[in-house]
T-cell receptor
Framework: EADIYQTPRYLVIGTGKKITLECSQT?????MYWYQQDPGMELHLIHY???????EKGDLSSESTVSRIRTEHFPLTLESARPSHTSQYLC?????????????FGPGTRLLVL | AQSVTQLGSHVSVSEGALVLLRCNYS??????LFWYVQYPNQGLQLLLK??????LVKGINGFEAEFKKSETSFHLTKPSAHMSDAAEYFC????????????FGTGTRLKVLA
């Protein structure tokens, strides 16, 4: 069972506000990921991290930024939220085991920017 | 380049009927393949994964999938649908261990009719 947490689960905020979406995992996984998912659509990778002090941009361009100061924590920040940022944001982490790597997902944060 | 195609964005079955959700992939290397399920307002939960061991993979909740290299397919099946199976299902492909990259399909929404 994966233990990965995201807060808040739902967020409604006005345009121009700074927001931070929290993601934490207690499994000691080195790799962590942020995906963006619009309703009824596939997941798009926006950020990932191989470990502490490692952050990379994913396939989908995003105005958000991330940090990885601790293994268990991978927050995502939007400096100035816009309605176009309205979406669901999913955090994941992965472990490398015999038979390959499996990503485990948090419950998601649904963001609405007014 | 990898890609995943899920045929049918919406599938409806009667309770007790066979569930078949289709997934075809392309990959230049032997792939790792995954099926995830997403319930409303939740993150993704791993149903099962193929990692080059047995071609018939059994997962949770009575689901299974068969890897067919000749057809580049990894279809998900369940002999008898239950109302609780109603959800969105995502197929994903990865090029194996050591890579961060999962490519997700666009998802199939399964509806179970009473």
């Amino acid at each position: 069972e994966a233990d990965i947490y995201q807060t808040p689960r739902y967020l409604v905020i006005g345009t121009g506000k700074k927001i931070t979406l929290e993601c934490s995992q207690t499994m000691g996984h080195d790799k962590m990921y942020w995906y963006q998912q619009d309703p009824g659509m596939e997941l798009h990778l926006i950020h990932y991290s191989y470990g502490v002090n490692s952050t990379e941009k994913g396939d989908l361009s995003s105005e958000s930024t991330v940090s990885r100061i601790r293994t268990e924590h991978f927050p995502l920040t939007l400096e100035s939220a816009r309605p176009s940022h309205t979406s669901q944001y999913l955090c994941a982490s992965s472990e490398l085991r015999q038979g390959g790597e499996t990503q485990y997902f948090g419950p998601g944060t649904r963001l609405l920017v007014l | 380049a990898q890609s995943v195609t899920q045929l049918g964005s919406h599938v409806s079955v009667s309770e007790g009927a066979l569930v078949l959700l289709r997934c075809n992939y392309s990959s230049s290397v032997p792939p790792y393949l995954f099926w995830y399920v997403q319930y409303p307002n939740q993150g993704l939960q791993l149903l099962l994964k193929y990692t080059s061991a047995a071609t018939l993979v059994k997962g949770i909740n009575g689901f299974e999938a068969e890897f067919k290299k000749s057809e580049t397919s990894f279809h998900l099946t369940k002999p008898s649908a239950h109302m609780s199976d109603a959800a969105e299902y995502f197929c994903a492909v990865s090029e194996g261990s050591g890579t961060y990259k999962y490519i997700f399909g666009t998802g199939t929404r399964l509806k179970v009719l009473a």
